[in-house]
């Protein structure tokens, strides 16, 4: 076991006070057998009221409500969590889907049908031409060395930049442009899964990274596959997810697991920056309450 303290601070700046409507929250990890949060603190300016819910995918939403104007909105986060560190081992997949293409059980098809429906279906003739590269129909291939495949194509195949538009690139943009951010590279990889018939999920969440250094929020895929469930694929790192990656929400479509989502009124050039600082480090054990 380990314990991490997450810290996550997001700032807007204006030129001048606006008021702010209800923003929505994703900071709040999801517990789960290997994640149990020991404690979470979050400040809000300017003041504001806070309650939780559980969204339709099971996400802890934090929604906050405002009364008064400011030139400065800060969302500031602490999180400890305990975490299980063990070794990523080969989880246990259904024989029937040990080979690619497979059919998902009868009794799990149902569930996974708004996992399998494209977020991008314009995007299809894209998908199918990129996606020669790695399968040809008819082809007999072992799933895992598909999804591999999938995970290190998108990652030798382009650039990473850091992005602070608002939304991703469509999937051919990336294809096209062959650079793009973290959540692009996470939905061309879901969208490109779904295409080959995969029930795939957007999840944004946090990394830990190297000792001493900062990251921001990140965001991968979760591809289903029978018996072993859930399994995330970071196409930023070309690696698996494991105990570095934290999951906070994940979606069908990935503006629903946006980390910070609301809305602001006031001149349209108010708006100057956004600021965003994430730590993930290691704790000492001994400090766990």
Same mark, same amino acid.
């Given at each position: 076991?380990?314990? @991490?303290?997450?810290?996550?601070n997001?700032? #807007? %700046? #204006?030129?001048?006070?606006?008021? *702010?409507? &209800?923003?929505?929250?994703?900071?709040?990890?999801?517990?789960? %057998?290997?994640?149990?949060?020991?404690?979470?603190?979050?400040?809000?300016? &300017?003041?504001?009221?806070?309650?939780?819910?559980?969204?339709?995918?099971?996400?802890?939403?934090?929604?906050?409500?405002?009364?008064?104007?400011?030139e400065? =909105?800060?969302?500031?986060?602490?999180?400890?969590?305990?975490?299980r +560190?063990?070794?990523?081992?080969?989880? =246990?997949?259904? &024989?029937?889907?040990?080979s690619?293409? *497979?059919?998902?059980?009868?009794?799990?098809?149902?569930?996974l049908?708004?996992?399998?429906? &494209?977020? #991008?279906?314009? +995007?299809?003739?894209?998908?199918?031409?990129?996606?020669?590269?790695? #399968?040809? !129909?008819?082809?007999?291939?072992?799933?895992?060395?598909?999804l591999?495949?999938?995970?290190?194509?998108?990652f030798?195949?382009?650039?990473?930049?850091?992005?602070? +538009?608002?939304?991703?690139?469509?999937?051919?943009?990336?294809?096209?442009?062959?650079s793009?951010s973290?959540? +692009?590279?996470a939905?061309?990889?879901?969208?490109?899964?779904? %295409?080959?018939? *995969?029930a795939a999920?957007?999840?944004?969440?946090? @990394?830990?990274?190297?000792?001493?250094?900062?990251?921001?929020?990140?965001?991968?895929?979760?591809?289903?596959?029978?018996?072993?469930?859930?399994?995330?694929?970071?196409?930023?790192?070309?690696?698996?997810?494991?105990?570095? %990656?934290i999951?906070?929400?994940?979606?069908?479509?990935?503006?629903?697991?946006a980390?910070?989502?609301?809305?602001?009124?006031? !001149?349209?050039?108010?708006?100057?920056? $956004?600021?965003? /600082?994430?730590?993930?480090?290691? /704790?000492?054990?001994?400090? $766990?309450?």
């Amino acid at each position: 076991m380990k314990q @991490i303290r997450i810290i996550h601070n997001t700032e #807007y %700046h #204006y030129s001048e006070p606006v008021t *702010f409507g &209800p923003h929505r929250l994703l900071m709040r990890p999801r517990e789960g %057998h290997d994640l149990r949060i020991l404690g979470a603190r979050v400040k809000i300016e &300017p003041e504001a009221s806070l309650r939780w819910l559980r969204d339709i995918e099971g996400n802890s939403v934090g929604i906050a409500t405002f009364l008064q104007a400011a030139e400065r =909105l800060k969302f500031y986060a602490e999180i400890d969590v305990l975490l299980r +560190d063990e070794p990523m081992v080969e989880c =246990l997949i259904d &024989p029937q889907a040990v080979s690619y293409p *497979f059919q998902y059980p009868p009794d799990e098809q149902v569930e996974l049908v708004p996992f399998r429906l &494209p977020s #991008y279906p314009y +995007d299809g003739p894209a998908l199918y031409e990129w996606t020669r590269e790695l #399968y040809q !129909p008819g082809q007999l291939i072992d799933t895992w060395e598909l999804l591999q495949r999938l995970n290190t194509h998108i990652f030798e195949s382009n650039a990473y930049e850091e992005r602070w +538009d608002p939304g991703v690139q469509l999937p051919h943009e990336t294809i096209s442009r062959r650079s793009g951010s973290c959540r +692009d590279f996470a939905v061309l990889m879901m969208e490109a899964a779904r %295409h080959l018939g *995969f029930a795939a999920r957007f999840v944004t969440g946090y @990394i830990q990274m190297s000792e001493g250094q900062h990251g921001s929020t990140h965001a991968w895929t979760e591809i289903y596959v029978p018996g072993a469930g859930w399994q995330g694929f970071d196409p930023t790192n070309n690696k698996r997810a494991g105990v570095e %990656h934290i999951s906070v929400a994940v979606a069908r479509a990935q503006e629903k697991a946006a980390p910070i989502a609301g809305s602001w009124t006031g !001149p349209s050039n108010a708006f100057q920056r $956004m600021d965003v /600082q994430v730590q993930v480090v290691a /704790q000492d054990m001994q400090s $766990m309450v």
